[in-house]
């Protein structure tokens, strides 16, 4: 692959500039950062291309992507769009040759992730996923604190939850064949910290689901996502971690993450993580704050990868894993077993 001569070399689109959490201008203004030069827009919604263009003054605008394939020199796109369609955009986009990064998920299914590997690997070009909570304070903490400082000792189990009690919103984000289910939106990211603390291999995934008492009650209707989902991965160490996320949940659950090692448990929460450790015979508790979130070091690491040819932190095999995980769960609640890992 190609090196660029310098980060302002990179011209970059973003594809989907929604207005939920206005993530088109926060990437575009990331990339800015990095040196990177924005230069268009793609948004099938024409007030929202209207925000873009009051946003970047200048900036190309268009309605598909096909147009900004064919009139625009861009040669990195960014897909900010609804899950089911991560797949097939950028598919098209490295087809025509330009380097992907796509918002988490990357995909719905393993298959999807190992098509748009392929189709990145064909074109010579990179395909990355948006993982810019790898960089949150409270996982970076975490990292430091078991896997340099060892406060815990070796990591048996993370436990990850999120949820409450409610009925799901109308949007996009409430219908299953368009988010994946209620494990992809932020079990990704849950998921994504979690192998950053145990590394061994992934060997079996169980997975199970309760559906049905929302669903009559949503825009939505059978098609909506899952009540409550619950994964359980097993490793090759002996490790385990489990991720549930429940719209069903009346009693709250301490924290994100729950990572419990042979000498101490570390809490992750939004503000704060909490520290149990047992020392001589007493239980101690330390509340230490979240460090602030560093997402930008997403793009500048791949301003590094695209630029110097440094290591591309979130590779797409990287990205896949979270994928493979929350692929197999929904295959093992289907199935009624356990589904061995295909890929580690
Ligand atoms: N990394 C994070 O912290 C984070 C935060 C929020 C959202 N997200 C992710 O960002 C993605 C988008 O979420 P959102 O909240 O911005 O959704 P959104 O609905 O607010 O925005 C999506 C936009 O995409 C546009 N769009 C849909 N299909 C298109 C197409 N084919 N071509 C051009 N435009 C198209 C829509 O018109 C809409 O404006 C999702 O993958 C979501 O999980 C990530």
Not at 139 to 156: R, T
Request: charged share 20%; hydrophobic share 40%.
């Amino acid at each position: 692959m190609k090196n660029y001569a310098s980060a302002s070399e990179i011209t970059v689109g973003v594809v989907g500039y929604g207005g939920a959490f206005n993530m088109g201008r926060q990437h575009l203004r990331q990339m800015q950062s990095a040196g990177m030069t924005p230069i268009a827009v793609a948004e099938v919604d024409p007030a929202r291309l209207a925000v873009a263009a009051e946003d970047f003054p200048g900036i190309e605008t268009y309605s598909t992507v096909e147009e900004m394939l064919e009139k625009s020199g861009v040669n990195l796109i960014v897909l900010i769009t609804p899950h089911n369609t991560h797949a097939p955009l950028a598919i098209q986009c490295l087809k025509a040759g330009r380097h992907v990064v796509c918002e988490k998920p990357l995909a719905i299914t393993t298959a999807e992730v190992d098509a748009m590997i392929a189709a990145a690997n064909e074109s010579d070009v990179m395909v990355s996923a948006y993982h810019n909570r790898h960089w949150d304070g409270r996982i970076l903490q975490a990292v430091e604190l078991i896997k340099n400082q060892k406060v815990i000792g070796d990591v048996v189990r993370i436990e990850c939850h999120m949820g409450g009690y409610g009925k799901p919103g109308d949007w996009w984000r409430t219908s299953r064949t368009i988010s994946g289910g209620i494990l992809y939106d932020w079990g990704v990211h849950l998921l994504e910290y979690s192998l950053q603390l145990i590394e061994a291999p992934m060997t079996e995934v169980m997975g199970v689901q309760h559906l049905g008492f929302w669903a009559p009650k949503t825009a939505w209707k059978e098609d909506s996502n899952e009540d409550e989902g619950f994964v359980l991965v097993r490793f090759e160490g002996g490790q385990w971690l489990t991720l549930s996320i429940s719209s069903i949940d009346s009693k709250g659950k301490e924290g994100w993450l729950e990572i419990t090692g042979t000498e101490g448990t570390l809490v992750l929460d939004e503000r704060y993580s909490t520290l149990y450790q047992n020392k001589d015979g007493k239980f101690i508790t330390s509340r230490i704050p979240n460090p602030s979130d560093e997402g930008q070091r997403y793009y500048d690491n791949v301003r590094d990868y695209l630029v110097n040819g440094s290591e591309l932190i979130i590779t797409g095999e990287w990205a896949r894993r979270p994928i493979h995980i929350l692929d197999l769960a929904r295959q093992s609640s289907e199935a009624n077993r356990a589904i061995a890992t295909i890929y580690p």
